[in-house]
């Protein structure tokens, strides 16, 4: 079909039609090839996934739990298969009674009062602690940390929390504040992976550590006094001691030298007594073999014994008669001169 406009003849439409058809025919290939292009991208990606150093996947397929994969290229089945990267090996925090502000340029540790029920706890001797500390734990099974509870970092907490609570309550708040801490975090760890086990939560505590343990702010003051009235008491109490250990032990040493010396004087007077008593007995059966010479000797060892002791002694016969003291008159003039 052909037109004409006027007397010239005007243009081919037939030919115009077949351009805009040739034109439309060209770009639907390139459409579709486009199409095409976009199709098997998105069914690549669909069907290849990653897997971070620092993950682990867990497959789901249609919804049931298929398989965990590690770090590397993997397939799956596209529209079927579905996954979810769960980060394994970076360590977690949990933050009691208080909370980390962490900013680009600075990590920044603040308290408020909306943790307080966390940290303020009855510990043995009913006195008040204010404990904050921190937990640290790692997924050690992404199967069981997604599928096996319904919210695992608030079990978490809660776990924590209740056995905080418990190894407090069964220590002196003298413990708490000051020697047991590192012994508290210790029990703290071992109790609360032996719950998590117990639960099967695919958790693994790497670290609890206390914080800051203090007195609750109302009453600090009052605990500080008697802190310092403790220590007087110790420092008092040490100074005792000191002068104890200096006297009692001077004094236990003389009372132990007064009673050996004692003990070496009675037996030195019992065998002293027993020489005696045996050297009586010898002379009494010396005696009763010859009464008249014992009697003699010992008459004689006697008088001489008691001489000897004696200076410038005469004996005089009592039967002599007339005697001068002719001694005592020389002694007198011997000292005029």
């Known amino acids: ?13 037939d030919q115009e039609i077949r351009k805009i058809f040739e034109s439309i025919r060209k770009n639907s290939k390139g459409i579709g090839i486009a199409v095409l292009v976009v199709f098997l991208i998105a069914a690549t990606r669909a069907t290849i996934y990653t897997v971070e150093p620092d993950e682990e996947a867990i497959v789901i397929r249609l919804g049931k739990y298929k398989e965990t994969t590690s770090s590397g290229l993997h397939f799956k089945i596209p529209f079927v298969e579905t996954v979810d990267k769960i980060k394994t090996t970076i360590v977690h925090q949990a933050e009691f009674g208080f909370r ?25 001797d009913l006195n008040v602690a204010d404990v904050q500390w921190v937990v640290q734990y790692k997924i050690s099974d992404p199967f069981k940390y997604r599928f096996q509870t319904r919210d695992p970092e608030r079990n978490i907490r809660d776990v924590s929390e209740s056995i905080m ?3 407090v309550g069964d220590r002196l708040v003298t413990d708490v504040l000051t020697t047991g801490r590192v012994e508290i975090a210790s029990q703290v760890k071992i109790l609360m992976q032996e719950v998590l086990d117990k639960y099967d939560m695919g958790i693994s505590i790497q670290t609890v550590k206390l914080q800051d ?18 220590q007087e008491q110790e420092k008092v109490i040490n100074q005792a001691e000191r002068r104890y250990n200096e006297v009692i032990p001077e004094a236990r040493g003389k009372a132990d030298k007064l009673i050996q010396t004692a003990e070496g004087y009675g037996m ?10 045996a050297r009586f007995l010898s002379v009494l059966k010396e005696y009763k073999k010859a009464p008249l010479i014992t009697r003699k000797r010992l008459y004689l060892e006697t008088m001489e014994e008691i001489f000897a002791r004696m200076e410038n002694v005469t004996i ?14 020389m002694k007198g003039v011997g000292n005029e001169k």
């Open 213 to 230: 343990v203090n007195p609750p702010e109302s009453v600090k003051a009052s605990f500080n006094e008697v802190n310092e009235a403790k």
């Open 1 to 13: 079909m052909s037109f004409q406009q006027g007397q010239g003849q005007g243009p081919d439409l």
């Open 316 to 329: 005089v016969d009592s039967k002599v008669k007339g005697l001068m003291p002719i001694f005592g008159a």
């Open 165 to 167: 609570r418990r190894v």
């Open 268 to 277: 030195a007077l019992i065998n002293r007594s027993k020489g005696d008593a």
């Open 100 to 124: 980390t502000k962490r900013t680009t340029y600075r990590r920044t540790q603040y308290s408020d009062d909306l943790f307080e029920n966390e940290s303020l706890m009855v510990t043995g």
